[in-house]
């Protein structure tokens, strides 16, 4: 008896033991990523050194007293220092590569390989990522305290078709460091560069095979999935839906039209395009299943039940990882393959675990892998939709039917995602609920098996092409018409602030978790009560400002700024919009606008029609109620608005007065004037202590008339400070001496693009302005600006000071960008 008591306590003692180190591994795994996370929310990276020694401390001098901590402080410790100590090493790695400053803009050879499918560009140019096996011409000091860029993002300009001359290539280059709008909110082209490795951007002024080139495993790789993608344009060219089979085949998102991405983003299913965690999870479940049910078949005399799981869990794995890398072997794709990775591996030990420890471990081996993932939108989506799943349905004592968890996993992944959408800049729109619904079970059972089913087909048996193509074609056509016809209904926008929209995503998953009747009779009510309130045509006004204060953005090659007071807002411009690539209103002002709280633009002054000043216009006018338009060219804006659009346009002249805080003064030149000499030119006086002076594009010949106009009309007006948004982005047919030496400016803001080719701001222009003391800035180099007057003195705020290490950092593109 005693000696079964012994055993018996040996065994829980075993068990409990066997718990605890699971609880202390899966709480090391969560604190490391929390490390990695983190480090990414630092605006100076630690130097390699501090890293090491607070590593080395927090292993070996805690030691000693763990026993004095509670029981899960050591474990966190350890699991978030190294998880930042393991980010930040791969940061530095990154950080270290740079462009020397001597290279910028110069013609460079280099010799490397194609690791990406080239696509169709702007301007008749293809786009693609070329990693370097070597740099030609490159002296010990250009490439002194820093390693030459290793993975390059270029543009081909002039060529017809998205082929190359070969997959090994020497290519004579034009190259700049990473560079991009630097905004509080809205994309940064900046951040998508670092987190893919391009470090540095260029165009190809000449190509040239090279067979020298040494071609080792991952560059027969990309040379392997690019001759996959030829064969799959060849093969289903004909077909009416050939962009859609690229992309859900092999993941080449490039044939994908604009009109493609519009109903995508129109009905929320950008994600049934990007090869992820649905689409392998689908052929992981077809895998497991085909490949359990034959060794059962065949062997249920001869193998084991373990046998039996390891063998499908190594087809299950095999399949994935040949559909990942036949689909490009992308981030989302690696990151999915990994999820279904461990995900099957508990199926395969078939372990009674939390539901939860499995995220957080396939958490802590997306990080450990690619610790640049959280810079990644989609790492917070697709880990963000997989927690509310699990959320919902893992502590769920009963089953629920197919129909009925469909739409109680949309339903919660609808609410639960929203937030996050919300804090990337993203809308959550309300056709998605609808499109998801039928979009999701329709390509996970019916797309995918045809058209994988297909491909291999159409590659065994040639032949049956034409059937392939006709089966694929009925399957795409069903999704595609319904989702055109979803996105072309009028669905409401749902508007809320952020503690509403949060308290909606709670109470949805409460609903959908609280196995109370009442309960959830009550929360659907209220869900369903705020929707209906939240979709009603919205009259809120903006969100009043403490201190009146002058923003200017940073479009690029362009101009927009903004004045609020209280809660009025004027917008100058709306910055350059090229059709199909690239809109600084949807981009830059909306997301901006947005996160400011603003819902209503008073004053849309266009200064005139030029695309680098009225780009995206109606877009802006979409998203923003406007009270009126002032343009130079009243005519020329009128043609650029859609059919529609209940918007008065007015000439520029008068005066007003704006929040109780602003004189605002409009001037045109009066005469046949269009274009740069049409615009309209604004001045803002706060009091005696500032005026800033909005002159868009006017030159040397016009700036005379402004000048004798405002003595006219404010003979004694002198301001403390004044502020100058240099006319036509500092070019040299503008500021004249005569107009930087009357005006005498304080502060010159030059609104130009980084290393444009216009070449703004010219020296010249420069010059003049820096001969009579003023203070210059220029958006390309420090980013959007906020301006507001303090004691009297403008205090101005460089959105580069407030930067992530990744842009701000030393030896990067702005703190080495000089106003000429």
Request: glycine fraction near 10%; charge should be positive.
């Amino acid at each position: 008896m005693k000696l079964r008591r012994q055993g018996c306590r040996r065994r829980i003692n075993s068990s409990g033991g066997h718990g605890l180190s699971g609880r202390s591994t899966v709480l090391s795994v969560f604190a490391f990523s929390c490390g990695v996370i983190l480090l990414y929310r630092l605006a100076v990276l630690p130097a390699q050194v501090w890293l090491c020694l607070a590593t080395v401390a927090a292993i070996f001098l805690l030691f000693p007293v763990r026993r004095m901590l509670p029981e899960a402080c050591w474990p966190l410790i350890i699991g978030f220092t190294l998880g930042a100590f393991w980010a930040a090493l791969w940061a530095h790695e990154r950080l270290d590569q740079r462009l020397p400053d001597g290279l910028e803009g110069e013609k460079a050879n280099v010799s490397g390989y194609v690791c990406s499918l080239p696509a169709a560009g702007s301007f008749n140019s293809i786009r693609f990522s070329f990693c370097v096996t070597r740099w030609y011409g490159v002296s010990l000091t250009q490439q002194a305290n820093s390693s030459l860029p290793k993975t390059l993002r270029l543009a081909w300009y002039g060529l017809s078709e998205t082929r190359l001359p070969d997959h090994r290539l020497r290519l004579e280059v034009v190259l700049k460091k990473p560079h991009g709008a630097l905004n509080p909110a809205g994309f940064r082209y900046e951040d998508w560069l670092f987190r893919k490795g391009y470090r540095a951007t260029g165009s190809v002024r000449s190509a040239a095979s090279d067979p020298s080139v040494s071609c080792a495993l991952e560059c027969q790789y990309h040379r392997f999935h690019m001759q996959l993608a030829d064969w799959v344009d060849e093969q289903f060219v004909k077909s009416s839906y050939h962009p859609l089979i690229a992309s859900l085949l092999i993941g080449n998102r490039g044939h994908l039209s604009s009109e493609h991405w519009d109903v995508l983003k129109a009905t929320g299913t950008i994600h049934l395009v990007a090869i992820s965690g649905l689409h392998l999870g689908l052929v992981a479940l077809g895998a497991g299943l085909i490949a359990r049910r034959f060794l059962l078949v065949i062997s249920s005399y001869r193998l084991s039940e373990r046998f039996v799981r390891l063998a499908a869990f190594g087809v299950v794995l095999s399949c994935c990882l040949l559909y990942a890398l036949a689909a490009g072997f992308t981030v989302p794709t690696r990151r999915a393959l990994i999820m279904v990775a461990v995900g099957s591996w508990v199926l395969l030990k078939a372990r009674h675990e939390p539901a939860w420890h499995s995220l957080v471990i396939a958490l802590g081996l997306v990080l450990l892998l690619d610790p640049f993932a959280p810079l990644d939108q989609g790492f917070w989506l697709s880990f963000g939709a997989v927690s509310v799943l699990l959320c919902v349905f893992a502590g769920r004592l009963g089953g629920t039917g197919w129909l009925t968890g469909l739409l109680l996993a949309q339903g919660a992944v609808f609410a639960g995602l929203w937030p996050l959408l919300e804090l990337v800049g993203q809308g959550q729109p309300v056709a998605g609920l609808l499109a998801n619904i039928f979009a999701i079970p329709w390509v996970s059972l019916v797309v995918m098996p045809v058209l994988v089913v297909s491909g291999i087909l159409v590659a065994l048996f040639p032949p049956a092409l034409d059937l392939a193509i006709a089966l694929m074609d009925a399957v795409l056509g069903i999704i595609w018409g319904f989702l055109g016809w979803v996105a072309h209904m009028k669905w409401p926008d749902l508007n809320g602030n952020t503690i509403e929209i949060g308290g909606f995503a709670v109470l949805v998953l409460l609903i959908a978790t609280v196995p109370i009747r009442a309960f959830q009779a009550v929360g659907l009510v209220v869900v369903l009560s705020w929707a209906a309130a939240a979709g009603l045509p919205s009259d809120a006004g903006n969100s009043r400002v403490a201190e009146p204060e002058v923003r200017v953005w940073d479009v690029g090659q362009g101009l927009s700024a903004m004045l609020r007071a209280g809660d009025e807002v004027l917008l100058y411009d709306t910055g350059p919009e090229v059709k199909g690539v690239f809109s600084a209103a949807e981009s830059v002002l909306i997301p901006n606008l947005k996160a400011l709280g603003v819902n209503r633009i008073d004053t849309l002054v266009i200064s005139h029609a030029d695309s680098d000043h009225s780009g995206g216009l109606n877009r802006v006018l979409e998203a923003f109620e406007v009270g009126r338009i002032v343009t130079g060219e009243p005519a020329a804006v009128r043609e650029k608005l859609e059919q529609g659009a209940a918007v008065s346009v007015h000439g520029c002249a008068g005066k007003s007065l704006f929040g109780n805080e602003f004189s605002l003064f409009y001037w045109q030149a009066t005469g046949d004037f269009k274009g740069n000499d049409a615009s309209c030119v604004l001045s803002a006086r706060q009091g005696q202590a500032a005026e800033w002076l909005f002159s868009g594009d006017i030159s040397s010949r016009i700036e005379p008339l402004y000048l004798e106009a405002a003595e006219a009309d404010t003979p004694d007006f002198k301001p403390r400070e004044r502020i100058i948004l240099a006319p036509h982005h500092g070019s040299k047919t503008s500021s004249s001496e005569v107009w930087v030496n009357e005006l005498n400016p304080s502060l010159v803001i030059y609104t130009a693009g980084y290393r444009h080719r216009y070449g703004h701001p010219h020296k010249d222009v420069t010059a003049r302005y820096r001969s009579v003391g003023a203070r210059a800035l220029n958006t390309a180099c420090s980013g959007s600006l906020i301006m507001k007057v303090a004691d009297g003195i403008v205090e101005t705020t460089e959105a580069r000071h407030k930067a992530p290490f990744w842009i701000s950092g030393r030896g990067l593109a702005r703190d080495r960008c000089k106003i000429p």
